[in-house]
Protein backbone atom coordinates (compact mmCIF):
# COMPACT_ATOMS: atom_id res chain seq x y z
CA UNK A 1 0.00 0.00 0.00
CA UNK A 2 1.93 3.21 -1.05
CA UNK A 3 -0.17 6.28 -2.08
CA UNK A 4 2.00 9.37 -2.71
CA UNK A 5 1.00 12.12 -1.29
CA UNK A 6 2.13 16.17 -1.98
CA UNK A 7 0.55 18.68 0.12
CA UNK A 8 1.60 22.19 -0.83
CA UNK A 9 4.87 21.49 -2.41
CA UNK A 10 7.09 24.06 -3.29
CA UNK A 11 11.33 24.31 -4.07
CA UNK A 12 13.11 27.52 -4.23
CA UNK A 13 16.79 27.30 -4.17
CA UNK A 14 18.02 30.64 -3.55
CA UNK A 15 15.58 33.53 -2.40
CA UNK A 16 12.24 33.79 -3.40
CA UNK A 17 12.47 32.29 -7.09
CA UNK A 18 10.24 29.33 -6.68
CA UNK A 19 10.77 26.21 -9.36
CA UNK A 20 7.91 24.61 -7.89
CA UNK A 21 5.18 26.99 -6.62
CA UNK A 22 2.46 25.21 -4.68
CA UNK A 23 1.93 21.53 -5.35
CA UNK A 24 -0.81 19.08 -4.34
CA UNK A 25 -1.06 15.70 -6.39
CA UNK A 26 -2.80 12.86 -4.53
CA UNK A 27 -1.40 9.34 -6.20
CA UNK A 28 -3.46 6.70 -5.27
CA UNK A 29 -1.85 3.08 -4.58
CA UNK A 30 -1.19 1.43 -7.69
CA UNK A 31 -1.83 4.31 -9.88
CA UNK A 32 0.59 5.32 -12.71
CA UNK A 33 0.65 8.84 -13.03
CA UNK A 34 2.68 11.12 -15.57
CA UNK A 35 3.86 14.20 -14.74
CA UNK A 36 4.13 16.23 -18.26
CA UNK A 37 5.54 19.39 -19.42
CA UNK A 38 7.92 21.70 -20.93
CA UNK A 39 11.56 21.37 -19.93
CA UNK A 40 12.07 23.61 -17.34
CA UNK A 41 8.52 23.40 -15.76
CA UNK A 42 9.76 21.74 -12.68
CA UNK A 43 8.55 18.04 -13.10
CA UNK A 44 12.14 16.16 -13.09
CA UNK A 45 13.01 18.82 -9.82
CA UNK A 46 9.21 17.59 -8.63
CA UNK A 47 10.43 13.93 -8.68
CA UNK A 48 13.77 14.11 -7.17
CA UNK A 49 11.73 15.82 -3.87
CA UNK A 50 9.53 12.98 -3.94
CA UNK A 51 13.01 10.47 -4.31
CA UNK A 52 14.76 12.57 -1.74
CA UNK A 53 17.30 14.06 -3.68
CA UNK A 54 16.57 17.49 -3.17
CA UNK A 55 15.04 19.09 -0.33
CA UNK A 56 11.74 19.85 0.00
CA UNK A 57 11.46 24.03 0.68
CA UNK A 58 8.02 23.96 1.95
CA UNK A 59 4.52 21.50 2.16
CA UNK A 60 4.92 18.06 2.92
CA UNK A 61 5.24 14.65 0.92
CA UNK A 62 3.45 11.34 2.37
CA UNK A 63 4.27 8.10 1.13
CA UNK A 64 1.74 5.49 2.62
CA UNK A 65 1.19 7.46 6.05
CA UNK A 66 4.52 8.34 6.32
CA UNK A 67 5.45 11.87 6.50
CA UNK A 68 8.72 11.80 4.42
CA UNK A 69 10.63 15.26 4.12
CA UNK A 70 13.38 14.82 6.17
CA UNK A 71 13.61 10.80 5.33
CA UNK A 72 17.05 10.42 3.27
CA UNK A 73 16.57 8.85 -0.39
CA UNK A 74 17.38 5.57 0.64
CA UNK A 75 14.80 5.10 3.50
CA UNK A 76 11.71 5.85 1.77
CA UNK A 77 11.37 2.58 -0.10
CA UNK A 78 11.16 4.20 -3.96
CA UNK A 79 13.39 3.12 -6.40
CA UNK A 80 14.14 5.15 -9.84
CA UNK A 81 15.40 4.97 -13.29
CA UNK A 82 17.15 7.82 -14.77
CA UNK A 83 17.32 9.01 -18.27
CA UNK A 84 21.07 7.88 -18.61
CA UNK A 85 20.76 4.38 -17.12
CA UNK A 86 22.97 5.96 -14.32
CA UNK A 87 24.32 2.31 -14.25
CA UNK A 88 27.47 1.77 -12.39
CA UNK A 89 30.33 1.35 -14.95
CA UNK A 90 32.59 -0.36 -13.27
CA UNK A 91 30.29 -3.31 -11.86
CA UNK A 92 28.55 -6.05 -13.80
CA UNK A 93 24.69 -6.26 -14.78
CA UNK A 94 24.53 -8.50 -11.56
CA UNK A 95 26.23 -6.29 -9.55
CA UNK A 96 24.41 -3.24 -10.42
CA UNK A 97 21.57 -4.93 -9.71
CA UNK A 98 22.49 -6.59 -6.62
CA UNK A 99 24.28 -3.85 -5.09
CA UNK A 100 21.34 -1.56 -3.42
CA UNK A 101 20.50 -5.19 -1.82
CA UNK A 102 23.69 -5.96 -0.62
CA UNK A 103 23.92 -2.61 0.82
CA UNK A 104 20.68 -3.22 2.88
CA UNK A 105 21.94 -6.43 4.24
CA UNK A 106 20.09 -9.24 2.42
CA UNK A 107 21.50 -12.65 2.34
CA UNK A 108 23.26 -13.64 -0.50
CA UNK A 109 20.87 -16.20 -1.76
CA UNK A 110 18.10 -13.71 -1.51
CA UNK A 111 19.82 -11.20 -3.35
CA UNK A 112 20.35 -14.34 -6.24
CA UNK A 113 16.97 -15.00 -6.04
CA UNK A 114 16.05 -11.58 -6.80
CA UNK A 115 17.85 -10.45 -9.51
CA UNK A 116 17.32 -13.85 -11.76
CA UNK A 117 13.67 -13.04 -11.35
CA UNK A 118 13.92 -9.75 -12.38
CA UNK A 119 16.18 -10.75 -14.86
CA UNK A 120 14.13 -13.49 -15.96
CA UNK A 121 11.34 -10.85 -16.18
CA UNK A 122 13.19 -8.21 -18.32
CA UNK A 123 14.48 -10.90 -20.47
CA UNK A 124 18.24 -9.56 -19.40
CA UNK A 125 19.69 -13.19 -18.11
CA UNK A 126 22.10 -13.76 -20.46
CA UNK A 127 23.59 -9.99 -19.89
CA UNK A 128 24.25 -10.94 -16.49
CA UNK A 129 27.88 -10.80 -16.45
CA UNK A 130 28.24 -8.02 -18.94
CA UNK A 131 29.89 -4.22 -18.58
CA UNK A 132 27.26 -1.84 -19.13
CA UNK A 133 29.64 -0.52 -21.96
CA UNK A 134 29.16 -3.57 -23.69
CA UNK A 135 25.32 -3.31 -23.96
CA UNK A 136 22.90 -1.08 -26.23
CA UNK A 137 21.09 1.99 -24.67
CA UNK A 138 17.83 -0.51 -25.03
CA UNK A 139 19.99 -3.70 -22.91
CA UNK A 140 20.85 -0.70 -20.50
CA UNK A 141 17.56 0.36 -19.90
CA UNK A 142 16.17 -3.09 -18.80
CA UNK A 143 19.03 -3.20 -16.62
CA UNK A 144 18.11 -0.03 -15.00
CA UNK A 145 14.45 -1.14 -14.98
CA UNK A 146 15.60 -4.65 -12.91
CA UNK A 147 17.72 -2.64 -10.72
CA UNK A 148 14.75 -0.92 -9.65
CA UNK A 149 12.28 -4.18 -9.34
CA UNK A 150 15.12 -6.11 -7.31
CA UNK A 151 14.94 -3.60 -4.35
CA UNK A 152 10.73 -4.28 -4.41
CA UNK A 153 9.84 -1.00 -3.84
CA UNK A 154 6.56 0.17 -2.78
CA UNK A 155 7.18 3.41 -5.46
CA UNK A 156 9.12 3.64 -8.94
CA UNK A 157 9.63 6.77 -9.86
CA UNK A 158 10.92 7.25 -13.75
CA UNK A 159 12.73 9.73 -15.06
CA UNK A 160 12.33 9.78 -18.40
CA UNK A 161 13.51 6.61 -19.52
CA UNK A 162 12.81 6.48 -23.25
CA UNK A 163 14.49 9.52 -23.88
CA UNK A 164 17.88 8.59 -25.25
CA UNK A 165 16.50 4.98 -26.82
CA UNK A 166 15.12 5.61 -31.03
CA UNK A 167 11.52 5.63 -32.01
CA UNK A 168 10.98 1.84 -32.38
CA UNK A 169 12.35 0.78 -29.09
CA UNK A 170 10.70 3.46 -26.87
CA UNK A 171 7.53 2.15 -28.40
CA UNK A 172 8.52 -0.97 -27.66
CA UNK A 173 9.27 -0.26 -24.09
CA UNK A 174 6.96 1.86 -23.64
CA UNK A 175 4.47 -0.96 -24.49
CA UNK A 176 6.51 -3.20 -22.02
CA UNK A 177 6.84 -0.47 -19.12
CA UNK A 178 2.86 -0.70 -19.26
CA UNK A 179 3.20 -4.60 -18.90
CA UNK A 180 5.60 -3.97 -16.26
CA UNK A 181 3.06 -1.78 -14.20
CA UNK A 182 0.37 -4.68 -14.49
CA UNK A 183 2.63 -7.03 -13.09
CA UNK A 184 4.23 -5.58 -10.44
CA UNK A 185 0.99 -3.45 -9.38
CA UNK A 186 2.94 -0.76 -8.05
CA UNK A 187 3.02 3.07 -7.63
CA UNK A 188 4.87 4.62 -10.39
CA UNK A 189 5.32 7.97 -11.22
CA UNK A 190 7.02 9.00 -14.91
CA UNK A 191 8.37 12.24 -15.73
CA UNK A 192 8.49 13.13 -19.63
CA UNK A 193 8.34 15.91 -21.82
CA UNK A 194 6.52 13.52 -24.40
CA UNK A 195 2.59 13.63 -24.19
CA UNK A 196 2.43 10.94 -26.27
CA UNK A 197 3.98 8.76 -23.48
CA UNK A 198 2.54 10.60 -20.81
CA UNK A 199 -0.74 9.78 -22.71
CA UNK A 200 -0.40 6.31 -23.55
CA UNK A 201 1.00 5.72 -20.19
CA UNK A 202 -0.71 7.60 -17.41
CA UNK A 203 -3.75 6.42 -15.54
CA UNK A 204 -3.45 10.09 -14.87
CA UNK A 205 -1.08 12.88 -15.64
CA UNK A 206 -0.10 16.12 -13.92
CA UNK A 207 0.75 18.67 -16.87
CA UNK A 208 2.93 20.84 -15.14
CA UNK A 209 4.11 24.31 -16.14
CA UNK A 210 6.47 26.75 -14.69
CA UNK A 211 6.80 24.65 -11.71
CA UNK A 212 2.82 24.83 -11.16
CA UNK A 213 0.27 22.20 -11.63
CA UNK A 214 -1.99 23.31 -14.58
CA UNK A 215 -4.31 20.24 -14.68
CA UNK A 216 -4.26 16.87 -12.94
CA UNK A 217 -6.76 14.44 -14.70
CA UNK A 218 -7.24 11.44 -16.90
CA UNK A 219 -5.61 11.48 -20.21
CA UNK A 220 -9.25 11.34 -22.03
CA UNK A 221 -10.32 14.27 -19.76
CA UNK A 222 -6.92 16.14 -20.85
CA UNK A 223 -7.63 15.98 -24.10
CA UNK A 224 -11.20 16.76 -24.12
CA UNK A 225 -11.73 19.27 -21.43
CA UNK A 226 -8.77 21.02 -21.40
CA UNK A 227 -8.66 23.79 -18.22
CA UNK A 228 -6.89 26.10 -20.32
CA UNK A 229 -5.46 27.16 -23.28
CA UNK A 230 -1.49 25.92 -22.35
CA UNK A 231 -3.36 22.34 -21.82
CA UNK A 232 -5.01 22.80 -24.92
CA UNK A 233 -1.92 23.51 -26.83
CA UNK A 234 0.24 20.94 -24.98
CA UNK A 235 -1.59 17.58 -25.50
CA UNK A 236 -2.42 16.23 -28.66
CA UNK A 237 -0.61 15.93 -31.86
CA UNK A 238 -0.23 18.12 -34.16
CA UNK A 239 -1.46 20.80 -31.76
CA UNK A 240 -4.54 22.13 -31.23
CA UNK A 241 -5.33 25.15 -33.66
CA UNK A 242 -5.99 28.44 -31.54
CA UNK A 243 -7.18 31.95 -33.11
CA UNK A 244 -8.45 35.00 -31.48
CA UNK A 245 -11.76 37.09 -31.89
CA UNK A 246 -14.46 39.11 -30.50
CA UNK A 247 -17.46 38.36 -29.69
CA UNK A 248 -20.39 40.27 -31.46
CA UNK A 249 -24.18 40.53 -30.83
CA UNK A 250 -25.25 42.75 -33.28
CA UNK A 251 -27.82 39.96 -34.54
CA UNK A 252 -26.98 36.43 -33.00
CA UNK A 253 -24.02 36.17 -31.06
CA UNK A 254 -20.85 35.84 -33.02
CA UNK A 255 -17.70 35.08 -32.86
CA UNK A 256 -15.69 37.24 -35.03
CA UNK A 257 -12.00 36.63 -35.80
CA UNK A 258 -10.34 40.36 -36.38
CA UNK A 259 -10.58 40.47 -40.37
CA UNK A 260 -13.80 38.60 -40.05
CA UNK A 261 -12.39 36.17 -41.93
CA UNK A 262 -13.86 33.23 -39.75
CA UNK A 263 -17.40 33.96 -38.42
CA UNK A 264 -18.87 31.52 -36.37
CA UNK A 265 -22.43 31.51 -35.27
CA UNK A 266 -22.13 30.14 -31.21
CA UNK A 267 -26.17 29.67 -30.93
CA UNK A 268 -24.77 26.19 -32.65
CA UNK A 269 -21.97 25.11 -30.40
CA UNK A 270 -23.52 24.94 -26.95
CA UNK A 271 -21.34 28.02 -26.36
CA UNK A 272 -24.44 30.17 -26.40
CA UNK A 273 -24.95 30.98 -22.91
CA UNK A 274 -21.23 30.83 -21.84
CA UNK A 275 -20.00 33.51 -24.09
CA UNK A 276 -22.44 35.90 -23.00
CA UNK A 277 -20.81 37.86 -20.59
CA UNK A 278 -17.53 38.06 -23.05
CA UNK A 279 -19.86 40.48 -25.48
CA UNK A 280 -17.43 42.82 -26.78
CA UNK A 281 -14.66 41.17 -24.92
CA UNK A 282 -11.95 38.82 -26.81
CA UNK A 283 -11.66 35.33 -26.66
CA UNK A 284 -9.45 32.65 -28.40
CA UNK A 285 -11.58 29.93 -30.48
CA UNK A 286 -9.62 26.14 -30.13
CA UNK A 287 -10.28 23.49 -32.43
CA UNK A 288 -8.10 20.51 -33.13
CA UNK A 289 -6.92 19.18 -36.24
CA UNK A 290 -9.06 16.14 -36.43
CA UNK A 291 -12.37 18.02 -35.79
CA UNK A 292 -11.48 19.63 -38.98
CA UNK A 293 -13.41 17.44 -42.23
CA UNK A 294 -12.75 18.00 -46.14
CA UNK A 295 -16.61 17.14 -46.45
CA UNK A 296 -19.63 18.61 -44.28
CA UNK A 297 -20.29 16.49 -41.17
CA UNK A 298 -24.24 14.40 -41.85
CA UNK A 299 -25.03 14.29 -38.27
CA UNK A 300 -24.08 17.27 -36.53
CA UNK A 301 -23.58 21.35 -36.96
CA UNK A 302 -20.50 22.33 -38.83
CA UNK A 303 -18.64 25.72 -39.76
CA UNK A 304 -17.95 26.01 -43.62
CA UNK A 305 -14.41 27.73 -43.82
CA UNK A 306 -12.93 28.42 -47.07
CA UNK A 307 -8.99 27.81 -47.09
CA UNK A 308 -5.99 27.89 -49.16
CA UNK A 309 -3.93 24.90 -48.77
CA UNK A 310 -0.17 25.77 -47.88
CA UNK A 311 1.41 22.64 -47.32
CA UNK A 312 0.04 18.80 -47.20
CA UNK A 313 2.12 15.98 -45.09
CA UNK A 314 1.01 13.04 -47.01
CA UNK A 315 1.24 10.05 -43.80
CA UNK A 316 -0.47 7.20 -45.95
CA UNK A 317 -2.76 6.25 -43.43
CA UNK A 318 -4.14 10.69 -43.50
CA UNK A 319 -2.98 13.73 -44.95
CA UNK A 320 -2.40 16.78 -42.82
CA UNK A 321 -3.17 20.05 -44.53
CA UNK A 322 -1.74 23.25 -43.51
CA UNK A 323 -3.78 26.56 -44.12
CA UNK A 324 -3.11 29.99 -42.95
CA UNK A 325 -6.20 31.47 -41.37
CA UNK A 326 -5.80 35.16 -40.47
CA UNK A 327 -2.18 34.62 -40.54
CA UNK A 328 -2.30 32.11 -38.37
CA UNK A 329 -1.39 28.34 -39.50
CA UNK A 330 -4.09 26.08 -39.12
CA UNK A 331 -3.49 21.90 -39.57
CA UNK A 332 -6.68 19.78 -40.37
CA UNK A 333 -6.16 16.11 -40.46
CA UNK A 334 -8.12 14.72 -43.51
CA UNK A 335 -8.83 11.12 -44.70
CA UNK A 336 -5.41 10.42 -47.24
CA UNK A 337 -7.90 9.76 -50.16
CA UNK A 338 -7.88 13.43 -50.77
CA UNK A 339 -6.14 14.49 -53.58
CA UNK A 340 -4.93 17.77 -52.51
CA UNK A 341 -2.59 19.72 -53.92
CA UNK A 342 -0.67 23.02 -52.84
CA UNK A 343 -2.43 26.18 -53.47
CA UNK A 344 -5.67 24.58 -53.85
CA UNK A 345 -8.48 26.41 -52.96
CA UNK A 346 -10.99 24.01 -50.98
CA UNK A 347 -13.75 24.48 -48.05
CA UNK A 348 -13.07 22.74 -44.68
CA UNK A 349 -15.18 22.01 -42.00
CA UNK A 350 -14.91 22.92 -38.43
CA UNK A 351 -16.99 20.17 -36.16
CA UNK A 352 -19.01 22.87 -34.13
CA UNK A 353 -19.36 20.79 -31.25
CA UNK A 354 -16.52 20.77 -30.79
CA UNK A 355 -14.90 24.08 -30.43
CA UNK A 356 -13.03 25.29 -27.28
CA UNK A 357 -13.43 28.85 -26.12
CA UNK A 358 -10.54 30.66 -23.84
CA UNK A 359 -10.72 33.99 -21.86
CA UNK A 360 -8.31 35.54 -23.76
CA UNK A 361 -6.83 37.10 -20.60
CA UNK A 362 -6.38 34.75 -18.15
CA UNK A 363 -6.28 31.75 -20.82
CA UNK A 364 -8.70 29.58 -18.44
CA UNK A 365 -11.02 27.36 -20.56
CA UNK A 366 -14.67 28.90 -20.78
CA UNK A 367 -17.27 25.83 -19.49
CA UNK A 368 -20.14 25.20 -22.35
CA UNK B 1 69.12 13.59 -46.57
CA UNK B 2 67.31 16.22 -45.22
CA UNK B 3 65.81 13.28 -43.02
CA UNK B 4 68.95 11.59 -42.31
CA UNK B 5 70.08 14.63 -40.44
CA UNK B 6 66.40 15.23 -38.82
CA UNK B 7 67.54 11.78 -37.19
CA UNK B 8 71.37 12.94 -36.69
CA UNK B 9 70.12 16.01 -34.45
CA UNK B 10 67.47 13.68 -33.01
CA UNK B 11 69.73 11.17 -31.47
CA UNK B 12 72.55 13.59 -30.80
CA UNK B 13 69.74 15.34 -28.36
CA UNK B 14 68.62 11.69 -27.05
CA UNK B 15 72.03 10.85 -26.25
CA UNK B 16 72.76 14.22 -24.79
CA UNK B 17 69.69 13.09 -21.75
CA UNK B 18 70.24 9.47 -21.52
CA UNK B 19 74.29 9.32 -21.22
CA UNK B 20 74.86 11.07 -18.39
CA UNK B 21 72.66 8.54 -16.84
CA UNK B 22 74.54 5.40 -18.72
CA UNK B 23 77.98 7.27 -17.33
CA UNK B 24 76.64 7.39 -14.17
CA UNK B 25 75.85 3.10 -14.04
CA UNK B 26 79.16 2.75 -15.93
CA UNK B 27 81.11 4.87 -13.12
CA UNK B 28 79.17 3.26 -10.39
CA UNK B 29 81.05 -0.18 -11.23
CA UNK B 30 84.22 0.86 -12.74
CA UNK B 31 87.18 1.15 -10.21
CA UNK B 32 88.33 4.42 -8.93
CA UNK B 33 90.92 5.07 -11.29
CA UNK B 34 88.53 5.09 -14.51
CA UNK B 35 85.97 7.21 -13.55
CA UNK B 36 88.44 10.20 -15.29
CA UNK B 37 87.12 8.99 -18.37
CA UNK B 38 84.29 9.60 -20.04
CA UNK B 39 82.80 5.79 -21.05
CA UNK B 40 80.09 3.97 -22.06
CA UNK B 41 81.12 1.31 -20.69
CA UNK B 42 82.58 0.50 -16.95
CA UNK B 43 86.33 0.55 -16.85
CA UNK B 44 88.10 -2.13 -14.30
CA UNK B 45 84.69 -3.57 -13.86
CA UNK B 46 83.77 -3.89 -9.88
CA UNK B 47 81.24 -4.39 -7.53
CA UNK B 48 82.91 -2.93 -4.65
CA UNK B 49 81.37 0.60 -5.11
CA UNK B 50 78.35 -0.71 -3.96
CA UNK B 51 80.05 -2.75 -1.39
CA UNK B 52 81.27 0.19 0.09
CA UNK B 53 77.83 2.22 0.15
CA UNK B 54 76.32 -0.76 2.00
CA UNK B 55 78.85 -0.77 4.65
CA UNK B 56 79.35 2.97 5.46
CA UNK B 57 75.49 3.95 5.46
CA UNK B 58 72.45 2.13 6.30
CA UNK B 59 70.76 2.15 2.77
CA UNK B 60 68.70 -0.92 3.20
CA UNK B 61 66.92 0.76 6.46
CA UNK B 62 66.57 4.14 4.04
CA UNK B 63 64.96 3.00 1.45
CA UNK B 64 62.51 1.33 4.05
CA UNK B 65 62.07 4.59 5.33
CA UNK B 66 61.41 6.05 1.91
CA UNK B 67 58.97 3.28 0.67
CA UNK B 68 57.45 3.54 4.30
CA UNK B 69 57.06 7.46 4.24
CA UNK B 70 55.52 7.51 0.27
CA UNK B 71 53.59 4.88 0.41
CA UNK B 72 51.64 5.61 3.14
CA UNK B 73 51.17 9.54 2.43
CA UNK B 74 50.26 9.07 -1.01
CA UNK B 75 47.53 6.73 0.34
CA UNK B 76 46.72 9.57 2.27
CA UNK B 77 47.18 12.25 0.32
CA UNK B 78 44.58 10.26 -2.38
CA UNK B 79 42.20 9.86 0.67
CA UNK B 80 42.15 13.59 1.53
CA UNK B 81 42.06 14.76 -1.87
CA UNK B 82 39.40 12.39 -2.89
CA UNK B 83 37.32 13.46 0.21
CA UNK B 84 38.06 17.35 -0.46
CA UNK B 85 37.86 17.35 -4.30
CA UNK B 86 34.38 15.67 -3.70
CA UNK B 87 33.22 18.69 -1.52
CA UNK B 88 34.48 20.93 -3.58
CA UNK B 89 33.09 19.45 -6.76
CA UNK B 90 29.86 17.91 -5.38
CA UNK B 91 28.26 19.33 -2.15
CA UNK B 92 26.72 22.55 -1.85
CA UNK B 93 27.60 25.02 0.98
CA UNK B 94 28.60 28.52 1.69
CA UNK B 95 32.51 29.71 0.65
CA UNK B 96 32.91 26.58 -1.36
CA UNK B 97 33.97 28.62 -4.41
CA UNK B 98 35.93 30.47 -2.08
CA UNK B 99 38.01 27.66 -0.18
CA UNK B 100 38.69 26.48 -3.89
CA UNK B 101 40.49 29.45 -5.03
CA UNK B 102 42.18 29.43 -1.91
CA UNK B 103 43.54 25.80 -2.38
CA UNK B 104 44.49 27.07 -5.82
CA UNK B 105 46.31 29.72 -4.30
CA UNK B 106 48.66 28.00 -2.24
CA UNK B 107 49.70 26.03 -5.42
CA UNK B 108 52.04 28.95 -5.98
CA UNK B 109 53.42 29.14 -3.17
CA UNK B 110 56.69 27.35 -3.94
CA UNK B 111 57.79 24.90 -0.38
CA UNK B 112 60.51 27.03 0.82
CA UNK B 113 58.46 30.02 1.34
CA UNK B 114 56.62 27.75 3.81
CA UNK B 115 59.99 25.95 5.11
CA UNK B 116 60.50 27.66 8.19
CA UNK B 117 56.79 28.30 9.40
CA UNK B 118 56.51 23.84 8.80
CA UNK B 119 59.57 23.71 10.96
CA UNK B 120 58.27 25.84 13.86
CA UNK B 121 55.64 23.78 14.00
CA UNK B 122 57.17 20.45 13.67
CA UNK B 123 59.25 21.09 16.66
CA UNK B 124 56.37 22.56 18.27
CA UNK B 125 54.74 19.28 18.08
CA UNK B 126 57.91 17.35 19.19
CA UNK B 127 57.26 15.50 15.39
CA UNK B 128 61.62 16.64 14.57
CA UNK B 129 63.10 12.80 14.00
CA UNK B 130 59.69 11.19 13.70
CA UNK B 131 58.39 10.01 10.74
CA UNK B 132 55.00 12.31 11.39
CA UNK B 133 57.20 14.80 10.20
CA UNK B 134 57.79 13.60 6.84
CA UNK B 135 54.25 12.34 6.03
CA UNK B 136 51.89 15.16 7.84
CA UNK B 137 52.58 18.14 5.89
CA UNK B 138 52.38 16.35 2.63
CA UNK B 139 49.05 14.28 3.09
CA UNK B 140 47.14 17.63 1.77
CA UNK B 141 47.87 18.50 -1.43
CA UNK B 142 46.24 21.21 -3.35
CA UNK B 143 47.04 19.25 -6.65
CA UNK B 144 45.57 16.30 -6.17
CA UNK B 145 42.11 18.06 -4.45
CA UNK B 146 42.29 20.08 -7.23
CA UNK B 147 42.37 16.44 -9.95
CA UNK B 148 40.01 15.07 -8.48
CA UNK B 149 37.53 17.66 -8.35
CA UNK B 150 37.65 18.03 -12.35
CA UNK B 151 37.59 14.52 -12.15
CA UNK B 152 34.48 14.11 -9.98
CA UNK B 153 32.84 17.50 -11.77
CA UNK B 154 32.48 15.36 -15.22
CA UNK B 155 30.92 12.44 -13.57
CA UNK B 156 26.89 12.14 -14.37
CA UNK B 157 24.76 13.23 -11.42
CA UNK B 158 22.64 10.40 -11.77
CA UNK B 159 25.28 7.92 -11.01
CA UNK B 160 25.37 9.88 -7.82
CA UNK B 161 22.26 10.03 -6.91
CA UNK B 162 21.56 6.58 -7.84
CA UNK B 163 23.99 5.39 -5.30
CA UNK B 164 22.59 7.49 -2.53
CA UNK B 165 19.09 5.60 -3.86
CA UNK B 166 21.13 2.32 -3.18
CA UNK B 167 21.71 3.28 0.11
CA UNK B 168 25.34 4.56 -0.09
CA UNK B 169 26.72 7.56 2.25
CA UNK B 170 28.87 10.09 0.92
CA UNK B 171 32.17 7.99 2.17
CA UNK B 172 31.04 4.79 0.02
CA UNK B 173 29.90 7.14 -2.95
CA UNK B 174 33.20 8.78 -3.16
CA UNK B 175 35.06 5.59 -2.95
CA UNK B 176 33.10 2.73 -3.95
CA UNK B 177 31.33 4.32 -7.03
CA UNK B 178 33.10 7.18 -8.01
CA UNK B 179 37.06 6.17 -7.62
CA UNK B 180 37.13 3.35 -9.48
CA UNK B 181 35.81 4.93 -12.67
CA UNK B 182 38.52 7.68 -12.43
CA UNK B 183 41.39 5.50 -12.30
CA UNK B 184 43.50 7.66 -14.73
CA UNK B 185 42.97 10.52 -12.75
CA UNK B 186 43.82 8.00 -9.58
CA UNK B 187 46.68 6.85 -11.03
CA UNK B 188 47.79 10.30 -12.20
CA UNK B 189 47.77 11.42 -8.37
CA UNK B 190 49.43 8.39 -7.13
CA UNK B 191 52.85 8.61 -9.72
CA UNK B 192 53.03 12.66 -9.01
CA UNK B 193 52.97 12.23 -5.71
CA UNK B 194 54.40 8.95 -5.31
CA UNK B 195 57.12 10.95 -7.25
CA UNK B 196 57.79 14.17 -5.56
CA UNK B 197 57.71 12.34 -2.18
CA UNK B 198 60.92 9.70 -3.28
CA UNK B 199 62.94 12.66 -4.52
CA UNK B 200 62.59 14.83 -1.30
CA UNK B 201 65.57 15.93 -0.21
CA UNK B 202 65.49 19.10 1.14
CA UNK B 203 62.34 18.98 3.81
CA UNK B 204 63.97 15.33 5.39
CA UNK B 205 67.63 17.39 5.75
CA UNK B 206 65.63 19.70 8.14
CA UNK B 207 63.25 18.05 10.14
CA UNK B 208 65.51 14.46 10.51
CA UNK B 209 68.86 14.11 12.04
CA UNK B 210 68.48 10.97 13.48
CA UNK B 211 69.95 8.36 10.85
CA UNK B 212 67.81 5.22 11.29
CA UNK B 213 64.43 7.70 10.12
CA UNK B 214 66.33 9.35 7.44
CA UNK B 215 64.79 8.47 3.86
CA UNK B 216 67.33 7.45 0.68
CA UNK B 217 67.68 11.12 -0.67
CA UNK B 218 68.27 12.37 2.21
CA UNK B 219 70.85 9.62 3.18
CA UNK B 220 72.51 9.54 0.03
CA UNK B 221 72.87 13.57 0.18
CA UNK B 222 74.60 13.81 3.60
CA UNK B 223 76.82 10.75 2.52
CA UNK B 224 77.87 12.70 -0.77
CA UNK B 225 78.42 15.86 0.45
CA UNK B 226 78.76 15.38 3.93
CA UNK B 227 82.28 13.35 3.74
CA UNK B 228 81.61 10.26 4.73
CA UNK B 229 82.18 9.01 1.36
CA UNK B 230 85.73 10.00 2.09
CA UNK B 231 86.12 11.90 -1.10
CA UNK B 232 85.50 8.58 -3.16
CA UNK B 233 83.81 9.75 -6.19
CA UNK B 234 82.72 6.20 -7.31
CA UNK B 235 80.83 5.45 -4.19
CA UNK B 236 78.87 8.52 -4.61
CA UNK B 237 77.61 7.45 -7.44
CA UNK B 238 76.79 4.06 -6.68
CA UNK B 239 74.70 5.62 -3.50
CA UNK B 240 73.10 7.82 -6.75
CA UNK B 241 72.13 5.13 -8.63
CA UNK B 242 70.46 3.02 -5.62
CA UNK B 243 68.46 6.47 -5.22
CA UNK B 244 67.25 5.99 -8.69
CA UNK B 245 66.63 2.67 -9.38
CA UNK B 246 63.00 2.29 -7.24
CA UNK B 247 61.79 5.42 -9.35
CA UNK B 248 63.12 3.75 -12.96
CA UNK B 249 61.68 0.70 -12.51
CA UNK B 250 58.05 1.75 -11.38
CA UNK B 251 58.86 3.98 -14.50
CA UNK B 252 59.06 0.82 -17.07
CA UNK B 253 56.01 -0.39 -15.42
CA UNK B 254 53.41 2.26 -15.70
CA UNK B 255 55.33 4.29 -18.36
CA UNK B 256 52.33 4.89 -20.37
CA UNK B 257 50.40 6.36 -16.79
CA UNK B 258 53.79 8.17 -16.24
CA UNK B 259 53.81 10.25 -19.90
CA UNK B 260 49.73 10.92 -19.68
CA UNK B 261 50.45 11.85 -15.71
CA UNK B 262 52.78 14.55 -16.98
CA UNK B 263 50.65 15.47 -19.58
CA UNK B 264 47.58 15.75 -18.07
CA UNK B 265 49.22 18.01 -14.81
CA UNK B 266 51.04 19.79 -17.04
CA UNK B 267 53.86 20.00 -14.27
CA UNK B 268 57.42 18.97 -14.05
CA UNK B 269 58.45 18.67 -11.22
Known amino acids: ?368 | MSRFLRYFLLLLAAASFIYPFIWMVSASLSSERGLSSLTVFPVEFTWSNYGSVFSKIPLGRAFLNSVLVAVVTTTLVLISGAMAGYALARLRFRGRDLIFYLIIFTMTLPFQITLIPNYITMVKLGWVDTYFALIVPFVLNSLSILLFRQAFTSMPQALIDAARLDGCGELRIIFQILFPNILPTVLTITILTFMGLWNEALWPLIVIRDEPTMTMPQLVTLFSVGGRAEGQLGVKIAAAVMLAVPIVILYLFFQRHFIRSMASSGLKD
Open chain 1, 1 to 368: MAEVRLKHIAKAYTGDSRVIQDVSIDVNDKEFVVLVGPSGCGKSTLLRMIAGLETITDGELFIGDRRMNDVPASERDIAMVFQNYALYPHMTVFENMAFGLKLRGLPKDEIRERVSKAARLLEIENLLDRKPKDMSGGQRQRVAIGRAIVRNPQVFLFDEPLSNLDAKLRGQTRIELQKLHRELSATMIYVTHDQVEAMTLGDRIVVLRNGDVMQYDTPLNLYNHPVNQFVAGFIGTPPMNFLSGRITDAGPLRFESPNQEVMIDLAETGYGNALKPYRGKTVVLGIRAESISHQPFTDRTFHRQPVVVEALENMGSETLAYFLVENQRFIARLSAEQNLSFGQRIDLFWDSTKFHFFDAQTEQAIQP
